[in-house]
């Protein structure tokens, strides 16, 4: 999904998928079922994505990325 | 320096419950500078027992209680659900074993942030401890056109809010009193049990709609709609081209700050130690006891402080790039490739720094939030060639190559270099696959980009002598003895005033002898041997060592031209000379891998806090550096 996604698109979370700590840890920093994400940049070769959640900036893995379903 | 933290009651216990006032937050809300504002330089670094990152103790004046109160200062958490090894701290701290009161806390939670942290509030609320919540970067949300209404949140939380600004001592004051008017908590500190997903979707959901609820908007004070400075400038920051021009530039200038700027200041440590110990030794009656006051203890004191110019710098480098927000870009910029190595992007400049000594590289590791990661990142960062391997591969590389093609050294030497780091990437890599894949996976990669700020001079320099000092009160006891303990090796038994007799009658001579067999392989006998002995108090002191060890008695400009003479007539016992190409490359690849530095053992020992990281590094390097040595002798000779 994310490397679809152009810079500045908004997407709304519709589940967090992965791992129970994983996605609890993922919940807590603010991502959450129903959240809106937005994407503001990439950091190159696959690199992790950085977005926009709840007035944050978050750099995050395209793995860890890969868990949040919109 | 006390090696636990004092849990107990101390001397201020009527004042502070016992317990100190414990600052408690995510990542990046302010803390830190609120804990600088609330006790000024009176901090210091206290160690807490399997904690490896600073953990800032001062006393809090200016409450009205006449000595103030003890407050700490703790790594920051998402939630109580401790996510590494300095999180599981922070959550020992809030919940201290075998005391039977509660800390008191103080939140700090960043305003622009709120319905982010205020999940957090929801945890400690829970774990029924006694809470004031200071909220911070009030400038920030006005500039974005918001206000927080105090009271409601106050009422919705059933705590105490308070809104502090760090160049306001009026608000310091309101905080202070709010920490007195906590009720103090007699149950035993009990650790609430984790959440479930449903448990944390709820609370986030609640959190969500306070701070929609007590968010109000403020006229702005500048009118004008304007992108904020992130938006504009990380899509730039993090550009395939752009990006990575700023990302070389700023590492360019961290690389050379520790690797050339710090050069004059280290030239100025060490003849100022010099000219200390050869003024003591002059008003000490000739002897031993002379040459152990200027050779083994000032001299060992000198190895401590010659860091710190390199110390000092890279964390001026450093907290610069953190303070401006930069330094959170470039480690996302770096993440790609590290990861792959089972690193982090925060690895990179610690890595970096390496190249110049690994022991201020070993410090700037604890960014690094992860233990583990950091763990690794102290295991590889000596693989990097460091600054004082460089005249050893000097003189063996001016012994080597022909003066006739002096671009056949600049190869060398690259090589070196990239064969220490390739040999670094590789061990990342296999020590990282040999942990277990859930292990791996099972906390989320997450770094939060702070909004750029001007650093604050007082901060900066505040931060870069709280680094050097926590580097001196670690490590200058166990280097000093480790040094003294090698002068001394390379001194006794021999008494007289001949400095190549004594080397060569010395304890590490007659070592270096009783394992002549073991130089063999490397083509080299005893009198390399010693010199590799020597090393461990320096690499450099390899040059030095050699020349004594080999009778040569030159000093200054001429030893390098001795030292390459004696070089080229040594001969081995059965006459064959000593230094060939094949035991000169076989004595370089030994210093590219070897981990031959006392002062790095108790650095890592210290910052990994792990005594496997530190022996693995000095047992395991130097098997595989020989192992490495003695194939490529065989291979060439």
């Known amino acids: 999904m994310w490397s679809s996604l152009n810079l500045g698109d908004e997407v709304i979370l519709t589940d967090v998928e992965g791992g129970d700590s994983r996605v609890r840890h993922l919940m807590e920093l603010g991502f959450t079922r129903g959240t809106r994400v937005r994407l503001l940049a990439r950091a190159p070769f696959g690199g992790p994505v950085v977005v926009e959640v709840r007035g944050a900036r978050l750099a995050i893995r395209l793995s860890d990325a890969a868990c949040l379903k919109a | ?637």
């Open chain 2, 1 to 637: 320096m006390p090696e636990g933290l004092n849990l107990a009651p101390g001397k201020s216990a009527r004042a502070s419950n016992g317990l100190p006032v414990v600052l408690v937050g995510p990542p990046n809300v302010g803390k830190s500078t609120l804990f600088q504002a609330l006790t000024g330089v009176r901090a210091r670094i206290v160690n807490y027992p399997g904690a490896t990152v600073d953990l800032q103790e001062g006393r809090w004046v200016g409450t009205g209680t006449g000595e103030g109160w003890r407050v700490l200062d703790t790594p920051g958490i998402v939630g109580l659900e401790p996510r590494g090894a300095d999180e599981a701290v922070t959550r020992q701290i809030l919940f201290p074993a075998g005391v039977a009161r509660n800390p008191r806390v103080v939140l700090v939670l960043d305003q622009t942030q709120l319905a982010r942290h205020l999940y957090l509030a929801f945890q400690l609320r829970e774990a029924g401890l006694p809470v004031v919540v200071a909220l911070t970067m009030g400038d920030l949300l006005a500039e974005q056109g918001h206000e927080v209404r105090v009271a409601d949140l106050e009422a919705s939380l059933r705590m105490p809010v308070v809104r502090v600004d760090t160049g306001d001592p009026k608000s310091l004051e309101v905080l202070a009193e709010a920490v007195a008017a906590l009720p103090v908590v007699t149950t035993a500190p009990e650790p609430p049990v984790p959440w479930d997903r449903a448990r944390v979707e709820d609370a986030r959901q609640d959190a969500d709609a306070l701070a929609l609820r007590v968010l109000v908007p403020v006229p702005r004070p500048d009118p004008r709609v304007r992108l904020p400075l992130h938006e504009r400038l990380d899509p730039w920051l993090l550009h395939p081209f752009w990006g990575f021009l700023v990302f070389f530039v700023a590492m360019a200038a961290v690389f050379s700050a520790v690797f050339w700027v710090a050069q004059p200041a280290m030239e100025v440590v060490d003849a100022l130690v010099g000219s200390a110990g050869g003024w003591l030794h002059d008003r000490l009656p000739p002897g031993a006891l002379a040459d152990f006051v200027r050779d083994g203890l000032v001299a060992g004191l000198g190895s401590v402080l010659m860091f710190v110019p390199q110390i000092a710098l890279l964390f001026l480098a450093m907290i610069l790039l953190e303070d401006s927000g930069y330094l959170a870009r470039a480690a996302t910029m770096a993440d790609r490739p590290l990861s792959v190595l089972g690193l982090e992007g925060r690895s990179f400049v610690p890595l970096l720094s390496g190249f110049a000594c690994a022991i201020p590289a070993m410090l700037a590791t604890r960014t690094i939030p992860d233990a583990r990661i950091r763990r690794l990142t102290i295991l590889v960062v000596p693989l990097a060639s460091c600054s004082a391997r460089l005249p050893v591969y000097a003189l063996i590389l001016g012994f080597l190559v022909p003066a006739d093609k002096p671009w056949l050294g600049g190869v060398a030497l690259a090589t070196l270099y990239l064969g220490g780091l390739a040999l670094a990437a590789l061990l990342a890599w296999c020590v990282s696959r040999a942990l277990p894949a859930d292990v791996r996976a099972s906390v989320p990669f997450v770094l939060e980009l702070p909004v750029y700020r001007r650093p604050v001079a007082k901060r900066v320099i505040q931060g870069v002598l709280l680094k050097v000092r926590s580097y001196l009160e670690r490590a200058t006891l166990p280097i000093t003895i480790v040094a003294t303990l090698l002068w001394a090796a390379t001194y006794f038994p021999v008494a007289g005033d001949d400095p190549v007799l004594r080397m060569q009658g010395s304890y590490a001579a007659h070592w270096g002898k009783a394992i002549d067999f073991a130089f063999a392989p490397l083509g080299l006998d005893w009198r390399a041997g010693v010199a590799l002995i020597a090393a461990f108090a320096a690499r450099e002191v390899f040059v030095a060592s050699l020349a004594l060890a080999l009778g040569v008695t030159a000093v200054g400009d001429g030893l390098q031209a001795g030292l390459l003479a004696s070089m080229a007539k040594a001969t081995l016992q059965d006459g064959a000379p000593m230094f060939t190409l094949a035991s000169g490359v076989a004595l370089l690849v030994y210093f590219v891998v070897a981990m031959q530095c006392a002062s790095t053992f108790v650095v890592a020992w210290r910052e990994s806090g792990s005594a496997r990281v530190a022996w693995g590094q000095l047992l395991g390097f130097n098997a595989l550096a020989y192992g490495l040595a003695a194939l490529v002798y065989r291979a060439l000779a």
